[in-house]
């Protein structure tokens, strides 16, 4: 199974300043069709996960601009460019190049 | 308006039996690959079952193989999670999120039912 292994696991940000999370796989998560499925979740308290991120740099519909995501192979980052008060999360990167599907261990984002 | 809505979880002694459901509604369900996903309380998630559209090809996690079993009905846009022999391990919020295989991946989540395993 490829393991996927977030840092930090809690990342205290001031409001309006920039956060990053980093997700590394155990091994590529190039497809044999040449795409990469590597996704960023978030989830707020009492919520279920909204996908931000797909492709590892794709924004979903609805997801502001100032997340964007980054990355190739086995390394991949989000990055928040100015964290609001509504971004306090827990945000987990996922991996769908492979059976079975696996998950990081998740971020916590909480504001200074 | 895309909602998965799930249900069927509660209270349930080790060893026993629970069928989970997931109503689908604001798309067609029939088109789109479906995935359970859990999340032990207070900690991450976890990818329990993927089902093709056509129910031709489905994957488990190792944790659930052999005891659990996911099926789909695309005339009641509705997809199920049949666990069986239950374990305390077990106890967790379960998700189902539809999937776009080569686009999206996961892209929309239902709000979750909870199961308890506990004597």
């Known amino acids: 199974d490829i393991v996927m292994t977030q840092t930090p696991l809690s990342s205290p940000v001031t409001l309006g300043q920039p956060a990053s999370i980093s997700c590394r796989s155990s091994?590529?998560?190039?497809?044999?069709?040449?795409?990469?499925?590597l996704s960023w979740f978030q989830q707020r308290p009492g919520q279920p996960p909204r996908l931000l991120i797909y492709k590892i740099s794709h924004r979903f519909s609805g997801v502001p601009d100032r997340f964007s995501g980054s990355g190739a192979g086995t390394d991949f980052t989000l990055k928040i460019s100015r964290v609001e008060a509504e971004d306090v999360g827990v945000y987990y990167c996922m991996q769908a190049s492979q059976f079975p599907y696996t998950f990081g261990q998740g971020t916590k984002l909480e504001i200074k | 308006e895309v909602q998965l809505v799930e249900s069927g979880g509660g209270l349930v002694q080790p060893g026993g039996s629970l069928r989970l459901s997931c109503a689908a509604s604001g798309f067609t369900f029939s088109n789109y690959n479906m995935i359970w996903v859990r999340q032990a309380p207070g900690k991450g998630l976890e990818w329990v079952s993927y089902?093709?559209?056509?129910?031709?090809?489905?994957y488990y996690a190792d944790s659930v193989k052999g005891r659990f079993t996911i099926s789909r009905d695309n005339a009641r846009d509705s997809l199920y999670l049949q666990m069986d022999s239950l374990t305390v391990e077990d106890t967790a919020v379960y998700y189902c999120?539809?999937?776009?295989?080569?686009?999206?991946?996961?892209?929309?989540w239902g709000q979750g039912t909870l199961v308890t395993v506990s004597s």
């Open positions: 999120a539809r999937v776009v295989d080569g686009v999206t991946g996961a892209d929309f």
């Open positions: 089902i093709y559209i056509s129910s031709s090809v489905i």
């Open positions: 091994e590529s998560l190039v497809y044999s069709d040449g795409n990469t499925y």
